[in-house]
């Protein structure tokens, strides 16, 4: 059986193994869990961006970058292809975990949460109708935010998931970042997907997924940044 969970670890070591090179940082908080910056306190790059989609698509999907034709300019963007994209881009990509924290003396932590580990937490109508589980001894969770969870918040997330709290690994960029461009990009064929199920297709009978994006321009803050990357999606997007 395919471990969609297992899939992103592995991408996730990579991430770690080589942040160096792919201008993100790694921390271990003090109750074990990994937390992947790829773009809150550094600048992140193309390819951190390229393996954070794969790590939300659960490993399902490949993530490619190419050169977009509008007449008369050319702009980047990236191809997405995906295997199984029920799994990889309902279960795991799309950001259906409303996270929120609540600690004591603290201001709430609030991000929307991508990734395998939402089949854990298994608690969204969308993943109970497409009736997709899975068992797992770690889980990847991506968080579209400017703040770093801390070890409240991963000690919550790793309850959630019933996973001990050193088996949880969580990548973090803003919107407003590098990183945040190219994963709203790659998030395409999900946005396809969506609609269909909006529109009431059993996209059960969907086989293989493929959809290509510009990557929006880094906006100057989140809210503006959301807009032009949601905007790059539904009017620049082709699936």
């Known amino acids: 059986m395919i471990s969609m969970n297992g899939l992103s670890y592995e991408i996730v070591l990579r991430m770690a193994a080589e942040a ?77 975990w409303s996270v929120k924290v609540d600690i004591e003396g603290q201001k709430a932590y609030q991000a929307m949460g991508s990734g395998p580990a939402r089949i854990l937490y298994g608690k969204e109508l969308l993943i109970q109708e497409l009736g997709i589980r899975e068992r797992a001894d770690r889980a990847v969770l991506a968080l579209e935010n400017r703040k770093l969870p801390n070890d409240g918040v991963a000690l919550w997330i790793a309850e959630k998931c019933g996973i001990s ?48 994006c510009p990557i929006a321009h880094i906006g100057q803050d989140d809210l503006r940044a959301i807009g032009w990357a949601n905007d790059a999606v539904l009017y620049g997007g082709q699936v």
């Open 20 to 96: 160096e090179i792919l201008r993100i940082s790694i921390e271990k908080l003090a109750c074990g869990a990994m937390v992947i910056d790829a773009g809150v306190k550094v600048s992140g790059s193309l390819e951190a961006g390229r393996l954070f989609s794969e790590a939300c698509l659960g490993g399902l999907g490949k993530v490619d970058f190419c050169r977009l034709d509008f007449n008369q300019f050319s702009i980047p963007g990236v191809s997405v292809t995906v295997s199984h994209p029920v799994e990889a881009c309902m279960a795991c990509q799309y950001a259906g």
């Open 165 to 212: 709290p050193e088996r949880l690994f969580i990548l973090v960029a803003p919107t407003a970042s590098l990183v945040g461009s190219v994963q709203v990009a790659a998030r395409v064929v999900e946005t396809g997907l969506h609609k269909m199920v909006e529109l009431g297709f059993d996209i059960r009978n969907i086989l293989s997924g493929f959809g290509v």
